[in-house]
């Protein structure tokens, strides 16, 4: 059945009982970000213009929120002598370990191209008068291919993109929340066919179906990192992601246990990196109240020099590094995190004072940060002194924000705060998921591996979303499923979104109090305390088996208010969460079990280890005197060369998600389970495989083969 709806371009359908819209397009692009905005135009311009675009909040999103002291793109030296070249920068990301090789070589083959068209839409990267690129040296890169717009190159990026998209006539389906996928699994492939959406502005009273459908060949899914599961996060307000759908409908992950942690303020959130540091603030913490306040880094580092450095230092080197742990500047996270998590204090960075004493005894420094200070020129005065001296935009900054803070007056509250994660669903070269159709580009795709550059984020999104929109254009163009199959396969996610809001409210009518709010800050604060950037087995296990409970009794434990759009938007917000803390958690368990050791942004704690050391002067092998979680062991590279990868299993009979095991679409090895699971358990089944790493290609680069192999089907394949 058809007739008119109010959402433009739909039509009404009757699928699992229920009148609800459904849009048709060849493509729809989820997420309005720099990745999903890229994806869109690529698609465009290649001709494949029945596409729409959907999203949450088209304001939100790390892209357009996030940013730092120099908010850093990564791409191809395109400036001076240095060499540089396709296969060095490939083997820059590769070495970052357990990368794949197909995704390094193409991030790094499409990186001058991704970056030239933003510069070509109007994205101001600075160049200089003969139009050279000019870059500077990030984390983890060899050579000088970070480049920068200021604080806000994601946003420029976005900015940009979206007033392209909006020229090419793309529509925007705003205050849509990704409910489910709708997957048909037919034996060992899987192909989407649509996607469930929530609309997010529609009252659940009875009036319009608070329900979207898209009915599509193709779904480019670029709804960012799944910030939502932690609560301390430097991820934007509004930023929660969609990764718990993906699984349910048996899109595999990979990498998971990877986020990276870094120092950041909450309120606003922002990374303090950068001048923030290299001023050298003084470091106070204070109980919940802000009573009792005192210096704490001398607790651990008495020497005052030593201390003095390891603050300028984290400047640049800001994400926690369990390498610098050891004996450098990440103990200032530990230390930070020591407060916080440990001791339930508030912690806190005053720039109008000098750290331990009165004046700046800038003598004491070590010399690599000495120099650095005297080039600057500011060997003087109070921290925020010096940082208006060398950074005023950096002061002016807390001013502008809301809630503003102004650094001459009080001081700026801090944490270690979840920022990227590293990696995400799975993608192969083209960064299509095990699932045929289902492209996860940018963040919510898990391209990276254990390390990679300052910037490499925001390259491997556009590149993504370039080879996405290639393989699509070239090859994924039919018509979607007809109405009726669609229907068909759509039937069990909308009754089982139907089911779920109808049973929240019917206990919230009970009487039962709406927990939509409760259960939400419940989560994400278990998730900071037991699975940040310190973690051990047991409390992945605690964290493990509370999340389990909750997820496996969901539906007879949320209580949602039906009068309250923002209540039932939680309904199904907090499900997805769930499900993805969930997943994470067990990959982490299944990391331990594998053998894992500390590697990357991660502290796991190892009773065979060793606590950071004392690391300067006569006693430098020594163990500070720090608490025993802290005690952990390098991996130094052990599981470098493979991929841990994950799926998760539908509970026995659940029509609406994820294969059954002996159907999971699967190349050797197969998948193992870390949890003794019943089959119908609610919260369903994670589990893992372990693969080693897809190779470097090294392919034929003899031009007249790559000419003939190019006329014959463009070399997308
Ligand atoms: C503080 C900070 C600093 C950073 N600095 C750098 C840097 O210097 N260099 C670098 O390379 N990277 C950096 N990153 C990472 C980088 O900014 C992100 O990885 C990148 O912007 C992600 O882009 P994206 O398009 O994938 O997702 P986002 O920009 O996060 O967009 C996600 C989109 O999906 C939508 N969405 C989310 N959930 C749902 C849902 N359930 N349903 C529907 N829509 C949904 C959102 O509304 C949004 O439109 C930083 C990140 C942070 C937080």
Redesign the pocket.
Known sequence: MTATTDVPGAELHTIAGTDIPVITANTVV???????FCAADRLWELGTDDIVM????VG?????N???DK????KLSLSGAEADSVDEMAQTLFSGGAMDGDNALAEAALSARGFLRLCDLGVPFPQSRYGEFVGYKTDHDPRRRGTSVGPYT?RSMVEQLEKKVARNGTPIYDD???VDLVVDHEGRSSAVRGILLLRTDVPHDGERSPFLLVRCTNVVY????PAGIYATR??PNG????SGAAYRAGVHGKNLTEWQFGLASTKPRW?VSGTYMQVVPRFVSTDADGGDEREFLTEAIPDYGRMLTLVFLKGYQWPFDIRKARDGSSLIDLLVYRETVLRGRRVFLDFRSNPVRETFDHAELEPEALEYLEKAGVLFGTPIERLRHMNEPAYQFYLDKNPYVDLEQEMLEVDVCA??NNGGLLVDAWWQSNITGFFPV???GGAHGVYRP?????NS?QVGATRAAQFIAARRTDDPVDPDAFAGAAEPVVAGAIALAETAAARRAGGAPDNTGDLLTQVQELMSAKAGPVRSPESIQEALVQVHEWLSTYSDLISADQTSRRSMNRTFLVRDILTTAYIYLSAMADYVGHGGKSRGSVLYTDPQGQLPLVGYGENAEAELDLPELFRFTLDGGALAHEVQETAWVAPAGDASGACAPSEIPTAEPAFSEILAREGADPAGLPVFRWRPVRPLPTGDDFFENVWKAYREDGNVH
């Not at 989820?30 to 999903?36: I, M, Q, W």
């Not at 939100?60 to 357009?64: D, I, L, N, Q």
């Open positions: 989820v997420g309005t970000g720099s990745a999903g959907v999203t949450d909040k939100a999103g790390a892209s357009r996030a940013g730092s908010q850093t793109y990564y994601s849509c929340r990704v670029a709804t960012g990192g430097v991820f930023q929660w992601g969609a990374n920022q990227h940018g963040e919510a300052g910037g490499a984020a925001l999104g």
